[in-house]
């Protein structure tokens, strides 16, 4: 298709397009088909250095650049990725599998990350005072942080690589981005819009690879990136704090979830089950903040089982770019497997199928909608972040049942509630360990909001007012009075 032939499949360092050193490629592949998309550049440990090196010698110069300046090469950006909003959609669906409607929410979701810290840029402060003792003045500055590390995952090609360029840009940081090697074009893509938008040559550079240890760890242990942020499972993201401790990397973490969703015997029903399925069904339930367990009042269990069957069940699944489609592709047949292996664990453990559960016949990585109810205490879904359209039910008695089920888990991304009781919901909403709490909805993702987790969901925040702080650090400057 056009919108493929048209991106570019080489490495982007220091504002040109280059071979991988050993010229080898890496496929991507359509999950809705299993074809092959194109090829790209697939690059090794010692592309990864020549890509930081890039990014450190433009470091000083883009520090020193205007806050204005960096401020209108993200607006520009945003503007031109509004503009091809139809293009990058396909692109994303193409390579994803996500519906086109999904795809195209994700442009504007993505595209208001560049909007925000465009605006997040003129706002770096400091700060004067003077020292309890009156001796000194106590001058405060914020410098950008220096070149940095952003690893994205491939569930949102464009909104993950938004959210992290978007304030190391504002800030004045230089990136190496490594996306994800079953989404890479969207990225590069990207790449080809801020150069469009004015971004200086070194200040972006993206490297595409299957070897992401062999790329990654060097580049850690180096001692020339300042800060990474990574994006990924909690597995991958411990490895990578490892590596950051030899030189002291600045580290955000945005890792697993397992997020609960509980619907309290005096809920909206019809407010709840419209929020499961955005909280469940978003991105085909491949989202680290999608519901994992459900727990439902045992009072309105069976009401709402029924309901949200019928929602699931009348979803139409299908490759992302055909009219009318409402679940696409998971990403691979890993993805797949994954899921139904959990649907299988948990019926052989006497759970029941209310409506999904079977593999579909047929090319691509598709998975039916499914809802299972009498989920086992010792089923895997239970403790195992589904990353598909499953939406596994438990009964609760009382609030504080519900609450200890909730939290019993390493993870604390997200969590979900719908109640009509204003007491509970700010009782239940503060008692849950969670870093982001949707209150009668399904959605808190929002580019004007702090995104991230607790306990082993990662570290620090991505959006909102403090997600630029992430890339910069205070410089205290002691000034004594009279000088």
């Not at 990058?88 to 195209?104: D, I, N, Q």
């Not at 938008?197 to 242990?221: C, S, Y």
């Not at 009348?314 to 679940?327: F, I, N, Q, Y």
Request: hydrophobic share 45%; net charge negative.
């Amino acid at each position: 298709m056009t919108v493929v032939r048209d991106v570019p499949k080489q490495l982007f360092i220091g504002g040109g397009w280059q071979d991988a050193e050993s010229g080898r490629t890496l496929a991507v592949d359509n999950p809705a088909t299993g074809e092959e998309l194109c090829q790209v550049a697939d690059a090794s440990p010692a592309d990864g250095r020549r890509a930081v090196e890039a990014a450190v010698a433009a470091q000083a110069a883009w520090a020193a650049t205007p806050p204005r300046v960096r401020s209108e090469i993200l607006r520009r950006a945003y503007d031109i990725i509004i503009a091809r909003t139809e293009d990058l959609a396909l692109l994303m669906t193409l390579e994803m599998g996500k519906p086109l409607a999904e795809a195209r929410a994700e442009v504007a979701y993505g595209a208001e990350f560049f909007r925000w810290f465009s605006e997040e840029a003129v706002r770096i402060d400091g700060g004067l005072t003077t020292a309890p003792d009156g001796r000194n003045r106590l001058l405060v500055t914020r410098q950008p942080v220096g070149p940095c590390l952003l690893i994205t995952p491939w569930n949102f090609p464009l909104a993950m690589g938004t959210r992290k360029i978007g304030p190391a840009i504002a800030a004045g940081c230089t990136i190496v981005l490594k996306p994800a090697p079953q989404t890479p074009l969207t990225s590069l893509a990207l790449a080809e819009i801020l150069t469009e938008a004015g971004l200086p040559a070194g200040v972006l550079n993206i490297v595409t690879t299957t070897d992401a240890a062999g790329v990654v760890e060097p580049l850690l242990r180096g001692g020339k990136i300042r800060k990474l942020s990574f994006t990924g499972s909690t597995q991958v993201g411990r490895i990578l704090l490892a590596q950051c401790a030899d030189t002291v990397i600045r580290t955000s973490m945005e890792l697993g979830g397992n997020a609960p969703l509980i619907v309290f015997d005096d809920a909206d029903l019809d407010v709840a089950v419209e929020g499961t399925m955005v909280a469940k069904m978003r991105n085909m339930g491949e989202s680290c903040c999608a519901a994992n367990r459900i727990y439902v009042h045992t009072s309105v269990a069976d009401e709402f089982a029924q309901r949200l069957t019928a929602r699931m069940a009348a979803l139409k699944v299908g490759p992302g770019t055909e009219p009318g489609t409402d679940v696409g592709p998971l990403i691979d047949n890993a993805g797949r497997s994954k899921a139904h292996d959990l649907v299988r664990d948990a019926v052989k453990r006497g759970a029941k199928v209310l409506t999904g559960g079977e593999l579909p016949e047929g090319p691509g990585c598709f998975y039916p909608p499914t809802v299972l109810t009498g989920i086992a205490p010792d089923s895997a879904i239970i403790d195992t972040e589904i990353f598909g359209p499953v939406a596994a039910i438990r009964t609760f008695a009382t609030e504080d049942e519900a609450v200890t089920a909730a939290n019993d888990t390493e993870f604390g991304l997200a969590a979900y509630l719908f109640t009509q009781n204003l007491d509970r919901a700010l009782r239940v909403a503060e008692r849950l360990e969670s870093g982001m709490i949707g209150l009668n909805t399904g959605l808190v993702s929002n580019p004007a909001a702090p995104f991230g987790g607790v306990k082993q969901s990662g570290l620090g925040r991505e959006g909102g007012r403090v997600g630029i702080d992430e890339f910069l650090e205070y410089k205290y400057i002691a000034v004594p009075v009279g000088a």
